[in-house]
């Protein structure tokens, strides 16, 4: 990022193409250094707000963009494209924006979606527990009633963006139905605690959240209580995703042309790594898994345009098919560069790195695995 | 009206389920298949197919319990508001 780069708008931002531009001004150069900072530097958030691209395609009456799915997918695959920890703070705010817009109340909704579309107030999203990753239903953060309020108890962790939100989604236990409440930072028995050293996506701000004996009014329930409580975390899983799925096309596409140019320049025995066999044949797969894995992204993203519930199956299939090729594929860029990969001094490490992340956020391959398959069995028994 | 809706939406449970045995009047929650992921679907094809949108307020379970407790909630959204 320059000082003399300015800030994009909306209208700039909002295609795949003004999204590119946007990588190669403010993060390609430096992504390799947030990543062994272990965080995204507040100018370069500054720098998103100011582009618009925090929730892009919130309505245009609470400051979003209005932009369609598919194009929001286009922008988190150009962002992941630079940087998997850019990305995945996108991809939490993304989602609280998503359910705030969705099942917000008008005061919720006038109360916190400005602030989310300008990325004034950062969010993140609280799901998974110390001892509850996959298995929703075992969640043991609780939400009790108390007088007009709640009061809410638990930790979650692996919180993307925990260290710098301004506003939580917590999903808890509300008797028998997992209810989301708004939270925001300041709120009395909140606690924040940084995570350092991950794997992948290391700058992504990563936190454990405890919260003890938290009180919330009663305008913090977001959403419907009983059977239709698990829509919330449903719906804004499914969103999460759509974001992941685009971002591994993101990571596959940075790998594919790191690739490209690497092989172009290395030779062995004289000759250019990119005139041998081996080398081509693992090109040729990264282009075919990337415009396979885009085009299943983009089919998701239409069908969530048009609000069609076969959205949330494709997009299932989306995020397996791009979350395992990117990691697939950002082994072979690794293997390609031979030691020159596994060092700091090419980005294909970082890409390896993040890549295997995202095979375990927002509903690990084998769950995947588990509801693809049985959506299938549903449809295919006689 | 009515048939029309009940059928449209017991034809969208039954084209995920093919194997499952209810009628409009069914506790279709008491056949075992429904889950939370199922639950989003079924309110997103409902909004998308009859051109509603159901308020938080009316996502409780009473109103999808069966095929014929779906349809009512979609007329009552269909109908315009009284006074307006």
């Given at each position: 990022?320059?000082a003399?780069?300015?800030?994009?708008?909306?209208?700039?931002?909002?295609?795949r193409?003004?999204?590119?531009?946007?990588?190669r001004?403010?993060i390609?150069a430096?992504a390799?250094?947030?990543?062994r900072?272990?965080r995204?530097p507040?100018p370069?958030l500054?720098?998103?707000g100011?582009?618009?691209?925090w929730a892009?395609?919130?309505?245009?009456?609470?400051?979003?963009?209005?932009?369609s799915y598919?194009?929001?997918?286009?922008?988190h695959?150009?962002?992941?494209?630079?940087?998997?920890?850019?990305?995945?703070?996108?991809?939490?705010?993304t989602?609280?924006?998503f359910?705030?817009?969705?099942w917000?109340?008008?005061d919720?909704?006038?109360?916190?979606?400005?602030?989310?579309?300008?990325g004034?107030?950062?969010?993140?999203l609280?799901v998974?527990?110390?001892?509850v990753?996959?298995d929703?239903?075992?969640?043991?953060?609780?939400?009790r009633?108390?007088?007009?309020?709640?009061?809410?108890?638990?930790?979650k962790?692996?919180?993307t963006?925990?260290?710098r939100?301004g506003l939580?989604?917590v999903f808890?236990r509300?008797g028998p139905?997992?209810?989301?409440?708004l939270?925001?930072?300041e709120t009395?028995?909140v606690?924040?605690?940084p995570?350092?050293d991950?794997?992948?996506?290391?700058?992504?701000?990563l936190?454990?959240v405890?919260l003890?004996?938290?009180?919330?009014?009663?305008?913090?329930?977001?959403?419907?209580?009983?059977?239709?409580?698990?829509m919330?975390?449903?719906?804004?899983?499914d969103l999460g995703?759509?974001?992941v799925?685009a971002?591994?096309?993101?990571?596959?596409q940075?790998?594919?042309?790191a690739c490209?140019?690497?092989?172009?320049?290395?030779?062995?025995r004289d000759?250019?790594?990119?005139?041998?066999?081996?080398i081509?044949?693992?090109i040729t797969?990264m282009?075919?898994d990337?415009?396979?894995?885009?085009?299943?992204?983009?089919?998701a993203?239409?069908?969530k345009d048009a609000?069609?519930a076969q959205?949330?199956?494709?997009?299932?299939i989306?995020?397996?098919f791009?979350s395992?090729?990117?990691?697939?594929?950002a082994?072979?860029?690794?293997?390609?560069?031979?030691a020159?990969g596994?060092?700091?001094?090419?980005p294909?490490a970082?890409?390896?790195r993040?890549?295997?992340?995202m095979?375990?956020i927002?509903g690990?391959?084998?769950?995947?695995?588990?509801?693809i398959?049985?959506?299938?069995?549903q449809?295919a028994?006689? | 009206?009515?048939?029309y809706t009940a059928?449209t939406?017991?034809?969208?449970i039954?084209?995920?389920f093919p194997?499952?045995t209810f009628?409009?009047d069914?506790?279709i929650?008491?056949?075992?298949?429904?889950n939370?992921?199922?639950a989003?679907?079924l309110?997103?094809?409902?909004?998308?197919?009859f051109?509603?949108?159901?308020p938080n307020?009316?996502?409780k379970f009473?109103?999808?319990r069966?095929?014929?407790?779906?349809a009512e909630?979609?007329?009552r959204q269909?109908?315009?508001?009284?006074?307006?």
């Amino acid at each position: 990022m320059t000082a003399s780069t300015p800030p994009r708008t909306l209208d700039q931002v909002r295609d795949r193409a003004s999204a590119r531009r946007f990588v190669r001004d403010h993060i390609a150069a430096t992504a390799d250094e947030y990543d062994r900072l272990g965080r995204v530097p507040e100018p370069l958030l500054d720098a998103i707000g100011a582009a618009g691209l925090w929730a892009p395609f919130l309505p245009a009456d609470v400051g979003g963009g209005g932009v369609s799915y598919t194009a929001l997918g286009a922008i988190h695959e150009e962002i992941g494209r630079g940087c998997s920890s850019v990305r995945s703070l996108l991809t939490v705010h993304t989602m609280v924006a998503f359910a705030v817009d969705r099942w917000g109340t008008q005061d919720q909704r006038r109360r916190w979606l400005p602030s989310l579309a300008s990325g004034r107030v950062p969010a993140s999203l609280c799901v998974s527990e110390p001892e509850v990753g996959s298995d929703a239903t075992r969640m043991t953060t609780s939400a009790r009633r108390v007088g007009g309020g709640w009061v809410v108890n638990g930790t979650k962790t692996w919180i993307t963006g925990g260290r710098r939100a301004g506003l939580f989604l917590v999903f808890a236990r509300n008797g028998p139905a997992v209810t989301a409440f708004l939270v925001p930072r300041e709120t009395p028995g909140v606690e924040i605690t940084p995570i350092d050293d991950m794997l992948g996506t290391r700058a992504s701000m990563l936190a454990t959240v405890t919260l003890r004996d938290v009180p919330l009014a009663a305008d913090a329930l977001l959403g419907p209580e009983s059977f239709a409580a698990g829509m919330v975390l449903t719906g804004t899983l499914d969103l999460g995703r759509f974001s992941v799925a685009a971002g591994s096309v993101g990571i596959t596409q940075a790998c594919l042309d790191a690739c490209a140019g690497y092989t172009s320049q290395r030779r062995i025995r004289d000759v250019p790594l990119r005139e041998l066999q081996l080398i081509r044949a693992k090109i040729t797969d990264m282009v075919t898994d990337v415009t396979a894995a885009r085009l299943l992204y983009e089919r998701a993203g239409r069908l969530k345009d048009a609000g069609d519930a076969q959205t949330i199956m494709a997009t299932w299939i989306a995020k397996y098919f791009a979350s395992t090729a990117a990691a697939r594929h950002a082994s072979a860029a690794v293997q390609i560069h031979g030691a020159n990969g596994a060092s700091a001094r090419h980005p294909v490490a970082r890409y390896f790195r993040d890549a295997k992340v995202m095979e375990i956020i927002e509903g690990s391959s084998e769950i995947q695995q588990i509801t693809i398959a049985d959506a299938a069995y549903q449809k295919a028994m006689p | 009206m009515g048939d029309y809706t009940a059928e449209t939406i017991n034809d969208f449970i039954h084209g995920r389920f093919p194997d499952a045995t209810f009628t409009d009047d069914d506790d279709i929650f008491s056949l075992g298949f429904i889950n939370s992921l199922f639950a989003m679907e079924l309110v997103m094809y409902i909004e998308q197919k009859f051109s509603v949108t159901i308020p938080n307020d009316e996502l409780k379970f009473d109103n999808f319990r069966t095929v014929n407790c779906m349809a009512e909630l979609v007329h009552r959204q269909a109908l315009p508001a009284v006074g307006q």
